[in-house]
């Protein structure tokens, strides 16, 4: 690593728009989250010297210097699926690790229509046929490894239900979230099957959002009474590797498929100096239930099958051991893909500064952990402290 440390990345400004649906258009969202950052930050928008952000269908990012201002600022597009916020966070740390910049901004936004995602196979290099078989859908995807995990595992429907439960009693205590209402496990088994095992509660939504991040070095942090500033110790983006079971390429080569995921977080506390036993607070991507319970394990967090027991006992509530997704994740918030990674860094940052509100861990958190997975085999991990 070249330039500043690691840790010597800090988060300054946060900025988050409500998820769910309006009538703004994703650039709308965009602009009011970098806004509200640089306010939180008290760093105006000329300080800013370089920019990184995207989404996956709501416009281009750099387009936001109209609205901002035209500072002649390098803006550039970031577009890698689930991971694009997490992209450019790595882009905007990397800007000030280098000493390309002393002040970047991190920005992620997308507002999606009504229904379930539609990717077409030529996109990700694959045949029509693909399609045809209805290998480009996802939730179908999602139900084949947890169907697998489970039966390898021990994990229960009732499981899956719980971190539902989770989610929304989350999502009711936070002011962004846009499914606001609690569901208990039962309601959410009964909810009607997607694909088993996977019911329609235990899913998030297609959305609108947009967060951003305004990151400094610490000379830089010294200089801004206003901020309260907590330190990226790491951020990282890895893709898969050969024998991992993907979105769009399920496939299943015999003995432990690898895992991004597992590669991505591993890498990522390297990074930081610290292990998973060491966090207070994380969060998971939970595109569905079953997502955040491989994901537990598959980030260190616990050893594979002890899922069952952990959620049951209310390990990752709010009030637990290790709280995960107290934001209420992507089951309650939506999936506007281009945010959903900087939403978790928002909330981190939030909780560890003590002002996640009604959903705020109790204790005073020192440390939190981000994870976000995608398509087609793509995972952005973070380790914030305080």
């Known amino acids: 690593m070249s330039g500043a440390g690691a840790a010597d990345v800090l988060v300054c400004g946060v900025g988050i728009t409500p998820f769910g649906r309006s009538e703004a258009t994703g650039l709308d969202l965009a602009a009011q989250a970098v806004r509200t950052a640089l306010a939180d930050a008290g760093v105006p928008w000329p300080r800013v010297r370089a920019a990184f952000g995207g989404s996956d269908a709501a416009g281009n990012a750099d387009t936001l210097v109209t609205r901002l201002g035209l500072t002649g600022i390098p803006f550039v597009n970031v577009r890698n699926g689930c991971a ?12 000030i690790r280098s000493g390309a910049a002393d002040v ?20 990700w290099g694959l045949d029509e046929a693909y399609g045809a078989e209805g290998l480009m859908v996802t939730t179908q995807f999602f139900a084949m490894k947890i169907q697998r995990y489970m039966h390898d595992h021990g994990i229960t429907a009732r499981t899956l239900a719980l971190v539902a439960e989770k989610a929304y009693a989350n999502g009711a205590r936070s002011p962004h979230a846009w499914r606001r209402e609690p569901l208990d496990a039962d309601a959410i088994l009964a909810s009607g099957m997607v694909n088993d095992p996977l019911t329609r509660y235990m899913f998030c939504s297609p959305g609108q959002g947009a967060v951003a991040l305004v990151l400094c070095a610490r000379s830089v942090a010294r200089e801004l009474p206003a901020a309260d500033p907590v330190a990226l110790r790491a951020a990282v983006v890895r893709s898969r590797r050969f024998g991992s079971f993907e979105v769009f390429s399920p496939w299943a080569p015999g003995g432990i498929p690898t895992s991004v995921s597992a590669d991505a977080a591993g890498a990522a506390f390297e990074e930081a100096g610290i292990g998973p036993d060491d966090i207070d607070v994380c969060q998971l991507q939970d595109t569905e239930s079953g997502a955040e319970v491989m994901h537990l394990a598959e980030c260190g967090f616990c050893e594979h099958g002890e899922q069952e027991r952990l959620i049951a006992a209310g390990a990752t509530a709010i009030g637990g051991a290790l709280p995960v997704n107290t934001d209420g994740g992507c089951i309650a918030n939506g999936e506007p893909i281009g945010a959903s990674g900087l939403r978790q860094v928002h909330e981190i940052v939030q909780q560890l500064r003590g002002r996640a509100g009604d959903h705020q861990v109790p204790g ?12 087609p085999g793509v995972s952005a991990c973070t380790v914030l402290t305080r």
């Open 104 to 123: 970047a901004l991190a920005v992620g936004f997308d507002k999606h229509p009504r229904g379930a995602f539609d990717p077409r196979p030529a996109d």
């Open 84 to 95: 694009t916020g997490g992209s450019a966070l790595v882009s905007a740390v990397n800007a």
């Open 364 to 375: 005073g958190p020192r440390t939190g952990f981000t994870h976000v997975y995608g398509a």
